[in-house]
Structures are given as C-alpha cells and as structure tokens.
C-alpha cells in the first residue's frame, strides 16, 4: 500500500483519473482471485502484496475524482457520502466473514464483482475539473454539457469554457516536487503529511485491536465499522455550519485526551472502553475530515500526487501502529500515551493550517498559494458558509 498510494496518485495526475481508476479495479480483482487460488504461503503473500498495492490506489483517486465533480456545500457531502460506503463494505466483510470461513473463498466471493469493472468505461466521464487543468478544454466542454442534458439544463450553444490563468511558474510542467516549490506550500504540505501520519496511527492502532477487546470477534469487528456511521453523519453537520480547520483540529485534540485519560482509569473498568470508543469516534471524524481538507488545500494538477503522497506517509504509521500497541508489555499504558500525545500535538499544529470551506478548488499552483498558512493559529472561529 505505502508505495501503490503514492503510484497511482501521481500517475492519476498525469494521465487522469479515469484512466487510472477503472485499470486498478480490474488489477484488484485480478490479484484477490490469485490470492484465493494461492497454493503455497510464498505465493499469498506475493499476490496480496500486490492486491494491496492496486487496491489503496482506487481510495484516493475516486475521492479526488469525486470531489472534483462538485464544489460548495457538496465538497462536505459528497465527501462524507463516500465514507458510508466504506463502513458499508466493512459490515458486509463482516458478515461474510461469518458466514464464510474458509479464507480462499473469501477472498473470491470478494474480488469478483470488481470484474465488471470494465462496464465503467462507458458509464463514467473523464474528470471534467481534470480536464480544464490539463487544458483541454474541448473534452470537458462535452462532457459538461452532456451532464447539463441529463440534468435538463442545456447550455448555450455558444457557451465556451475559459482557459485557466497561469504565472509564468505554472506554465512550466507541474509534477509532484511543486509542493515543495515555496515555503506557504511545504508548510502545509509538512503539516499535512504528520496529521496523515497521525491518524494513520491512532486509527488502526485502535482498529487493529478490536480482537484484543474480548468477546467475538466478528462482533467487535462490526461494532467498531458500526461506530463510524454516527461520526459521519455529525461530521457533515458540523463542518457545513464550522468549516474545516476548527472541528478538524478539535476531534483530534479530544481523541488524544481520551486516550491519555485511559491511564487515569484502573485496568478492567467500564470506562477504559467507552473512552476507547470515543477516541475512535474522534479519529473517524478526524480522518474522514483530514481528506476533504487535504483535497480543498492541493492545487487540481498535483491534488492527487499530494494527496497520494501524504497517504504514503500515514501507512507509515498504519505501520508502526501494531508494534507500538505491542508496547503495552513494557508499560500497559505507554501505547495510549504515544497515540495520545501525538493526536494532541497533530490537532494543535493543524491550526496553522487555512479554512478552505467556501472556497473554490484552486486549480493551479498559483491559485493554492493564496490559502495561506497562519502565523497566528489560533484565531477567532466563527461560522463559515459552505
């Protein structure tokens, strides 16, 4: 996963995001059927490597693509809309790991609707955002239009799309090293790529042991996905009224301190628990906050590079996660203390970080730069309009 999200982000940059989308689904599929036919351990772990890394790159090209599609309040809601389909597909590989226990036809039964893939081709569009960034303009001018027929909103014939405004800086061939062209940019980008790593971190630090928590697994597993519907659905409400900075920054400063205060509680009380689920509810938030955010802050022609290239950074910490849980042997409360203190101090550093909500998706590089970060961090919040 650490090297397909950076892949196929830049790659999806370059030649589109629909050429890059449609490929992997077919490549997943590909992989998770080789997987279940797999006759020796030497070769599961090969085509799960590779199953992994065509997998981790559909995410965040198809978030990107879909953001792109909309602007406005449908940034939030498009966003968050895609997460349910995320806890919609962990629930169902819950069930079927019930119902299913051989872990070969699992891994069939799973990989297989993903061969249709190919139908997308005639159904889906190019990214029309994509497109204008690219300059080339005739395809998106089609392709909106066509959506404009289908919405029973034809545009005038004469109706053109205007060329993007560039600097001289811009009209040189952008590629994934422009977020660290000028100092505004590697700050957000620095300040990204920890937050990535942080939540990575505490996300499956605390995903991971959903066996460890007593009971059934099966149980825990669907509890845990079951969790994150209600921190979506309050994430939609309150970013659209808040904006992203300021709920951002204090889901994962609340996540930390819940997870710090579980040293305060003796082993084995009830309260360990629900301060457990609350801090994942706050990272859940967190996360799902974190890729709105990240794709209202990158530019159009390297979004999904940059995007790509934080996620690369946060499976590091997917990484360190399990062995830092491992720690509890040492101390039983050094895991929650590291998950805790980087949770406070990643909430308060993203604070230097712009309000994007209301404003529209940069398309170039120049047009980022005007997201500024703060010198001030901490300012007054206030209501944003969507």
């Known amino acids: 996963m650490i090297f397909g999200v950076f892949t196929f982000g830049v790659l999806a940059d370059y030649v589109g995001r629909k050429t890059v989308i449609i490929p992997l689904l077919i490549c ?10 797999a006759p020796n351990f030497e070769v599961f772990m090969t085509a799960r490597v590779i199953n992994a890394f065509f997998l981790i790159g559909i995410w965040e090209t198809q978030f990107t693509y879909s953001i792109e599609l909309v602007g406005g309040k449908w940034n939030t809601i498009v966003g968050m809309g895609l997460e349910f389909f995320w806890v919609g597909g962990w629930l169902i590989l ?60 034809e545009l005038p014939a004469d109706w053109k799309l205007h060329p993007v405004q560039t600097s001289d800086a811009d009209d040189k061939k952008t590629n994934i090293f422009d977020i660290f062209r000028t100092p505004n940019m590697r700050s957000k980008t620095f300040i990204i790529w920890y937050n990535f790593f942080v939540n ?18 099966f149980i825990n597993f669907s509890l845990s996905g079951l969790l994150e519907i209600p921190a979506y659905i309050l994430a939609i409400f309150v970013l659209l009224r808040y904006g992203r900075r300021f709920p951002y920054c204090i889901s994962m400063i609340l996540s930390g301190l819940s997870l710090l205060c579980i040293s305060l509680v003796p082993q084995g ?48 910490g997917g990484i360190l996660a399990p062995w830092v849980g491992g720690l509890s042997s040492v101390h039983p409360y050094l895991p929650v203390w ?18 994007t909500a209301g404003k529209p998706l940069a398309y170039t590089i120049q047009e980022s730069e005007m997201l500024k970060v703060n010198s001030i961090p901490w300012k007054k919040i206030k209501k944003c309009s969507p």
């Open 94 to 153: 819950a069930l079927l790991g019930y119902l299913i226990r051989s872990w070969r036809t699992l891994m069939l039964v799973v990989s297989l609707p993903s061969t249709l893939a190919f139908l997308l081709y005639w159904f889906i569009p190019e990214n029309p955002r994509w497109l204008i960034a690219t300059h080339k303009l005739e395809k998106s001018e089609q392709i909106i239009r066509n959506v404009g027929k289908s919405n029973k909103k």
């Open 269 to 316: 009380n009830w309260c360990v628990m629900m301060l457990a689920l609350f801090g994942k509810t706050c990272i859940t938030f967190a996360f799902a906050t974190l890729f709105i955010y990240s794709t209202e802050i990158f530019p159009t022609v390297i979004r999904t590079g940059a995007i790509g290239s934080a996620s690369f950074i946060g499976r590091l």
């Open 338 to 355: 590291i998950f805790g203190i980087n949770a406070v101090f990643a909430g308060l550093w993203a604070f230097s970080l712009p309000e």
């Open 28 to 37: 997943v599929a590909g992989s998770g059927i080789g997987t279940s036919l």
């Open 200 to 217: 990575a971190f505490v996300y499956f630090g605390l995903t991971l042991n959903s066996g460890d928590l007593g009971g059934d697994v």
